[in-house]
């Protein structure tokens, strides 16, 4: 980003626009999250979904990411669990935190893939390691309560607590 200049949604939006159409992955993504926030553009969902989709088939993790939440959520297209949880797990296998984590809270749950504690543990202390706040509880509350084929153990516990 350029410093000393004011920032122009506007202008942002427009470049984004051109580099999308000649197809930046990045520029894609970032007319998608225009699109997503109302910024530069009118908000509209499913331009942000179909944005993001593109990003995301060039194999941007952010991009998976955003278009799995899409799924998840119903937001600019049907609500489809089972895709947000493919999508996760394509985020997650690139290393990406958040697919890991949001993987992981499929897994914990049930939803767009089978309930298996074991996996949810596995993801949530990838994302962990990462230093991903919201794995480090949930991979602390496994812990804490002995979950996902974890030993029972306060004291790592505490420490992924106070991360």
Do not use: W
């Amino acid at each position: 980003l350029a410093t000393g200049m004011p920032l122009d949604d506007d202008e942002a939006a427009r470049l984004y626009r051109r580099a999308a159409e000649q197809g930046s992955a990045l520029a894609q993504f970032g007319l998608g999250q225009c699109h997503d926030q109302g910024k530069g553009v009118p908000q509209d969902d499913s331009e942000a979904a179909r944005l993001y989709h593109l990003a995301a088939e060039q194999g941007m993790p952010e991009a998976i990411y955003n278009f799995a939440v899409f799924y998840e959520l119903g937001r600019g297209m049907p609500q489809d669990v089972d895709e947000a949880a493919r999508l996760y797990r394509r985020g997650a296998e690139q290393g990406h935190p958040l697919g890991q984590h949001n993987l992981g809270v499929c897994y914990r749950e049930g939803q767009g893939a089978r309930q298996e504690d074991r996996e949810a543990a596995r993801l949530f202390g990838l994302a962990a390691e990462q230093g991903f706040a919201a794995s480090q509880f949930d991979f602390a509350l496994f812990d804490a309560q002995g979950r996902g084929g974890l030993p029972q153990d306060d004291v790592k516990a505490a420490r992924y607590y106070r991360l």
